[in-house]
């Protein structure tokens, strides 16, 4: 079992962030706080600005109003400091087809920086975690809709993020799917002692 240090900073706080397209407010003042070791549940219906809320603290875009910290960097002047340090993986997986489930992981950590021992040792680690199975040695156009999801979730993982951001994670899966969803996000919580920040629209899963 790995524990990671014990730390009072809190691992993402929001203050009144808001975030704007034109005329359009998708995020309005939003303030929160998630503590180290969480499993914080983010629910709302869809147009609620679940997704915006979750790329603002990914800093893959600004925000227009209020500030957020995550793991103690600021997420618009500390934009690389932030992405070092977390994982995420969004609604729609940016995933190349033609490639194999192996070549997608020894890219993605060669990408964090990992050494090509590191990033095999890491895949091996990642492998017993998310119930991927022979399928990473086929190309990722051969996969399910519910395999996809959990390849995305593995390269989240490659570098051992301290945070983990998972967009509505469940959304368009099979119920069997669902379940083998969340019995990983406990497991990596429990296990690795990982913060995992969720997005859903479902109640019962909050």
Same mark, same amino acid.
């Given at each position: 079992?790995? #524990?990671?240090?014990?730390?009072?900073?809190?691992?993402?706080?929001?203050?009144?962030?808001?975030?704007?397209?034109?005329?359009?407010?998708?995020?309005?003042?939003?303030?929160?706080?998630?503590?180290?070791?969480?499993?914080?549940?983010?629910?709302?219906?869809?147009?609620?600005? /679940?997704?915006?809320?979750? /790329?603002?603290?990914?800093?893959?875009?600004?925000?227009?109003?209020?500030?957020?910290?995550?793991? &103690?960097?600021?997420?618009?002047?500390?934009?690389?400091?932030?992405?070092?340090?977390?994982?995420?993986?969004?609604?729609?997986?940016?995933?190349?087809?033609?490639?194999?489930?192996?070549?997608? #992981?020894?890219?993605?950590?060669?990408?964090?920086?990992?050494?090509?021992?590191?990033?095999?040792?890491?895949?091996?680690?990642?492998? &017993?975690?998310?119930?991927?199975?022979?399928?990473?040695?086929?190309?990722?156009?051969?996969?399910? &809709?519910?395999?996809?999801?959990?390849?995305?979730?593995?390269?989240?993982?490659?570098?051992?993020?301290?945070?983990?951001?998972?967009?509505?994670?469940?959304?368009? #899966?099979?119920?069997?799917?669902?379940?083998?969803?969340?019995?990983?996000?406990?497991? #990596?919580?429990?296990?690795?002692?990982?913060?995992?920040?969720?997005?859903?629209?479902?109640?019962?899963?909050?």
């Amino acid at each position: 079992r790995y #524990l990671r240090p014990v730390t009072d900073t809190p691992a993402v706080v929001c203050e009144r962030i808001e975030r704007s397209y034109g005329d359009n407010l998708a995020v309005a003042g939003v303030d929160l706080e998630v503590r180290p070791g969480e499993i914080y549940g983010f629910l709302g219906p869809n147009g609620a600005g /679940k997704s915006t809320l979750v /790329k603002v603290l990914c800093t893959l875009i600004t925000p227009t109003g209020g500030h957020a910290r995550v793991l &103690g960097h600021d997420v618009a002047t500390e934009a690389e400091a932030v992405r070092l340090r977390i994982g995420v993986a969004l609604q729609d997986a940016a995933l190349d087809l033609k490639q194999t489930g192996t070549e997608l #992981l020894q890219l993605q950590g060669r990408l964090y920086g990992l050494s090509k021992a590191d990033a095999r040792r890491r895949m091996q680690d990642v492998r &017993g975690l998310i119930d991927i199975g022979d399928a990473l040695d086929r190309p990722i156009g051969t996969y399910s &809709g519910g395999m996809k999801r959990r390849l995305d979730l593995a390269a989240a993982l490659i570098h051992n993020p301290d945070l983990l951001f998972l967009d509505e994670p469940t959304t368009g #899966l099979d119920p069997v799917s669902r379940m083998a969803v969340w019995d990983e996000v406990r497991r #990596l919580n429990d296990e690795l002692g990982m913060t995992i920040f969720l997005t859903t629209q479902y109640l019962e899963e909050a």
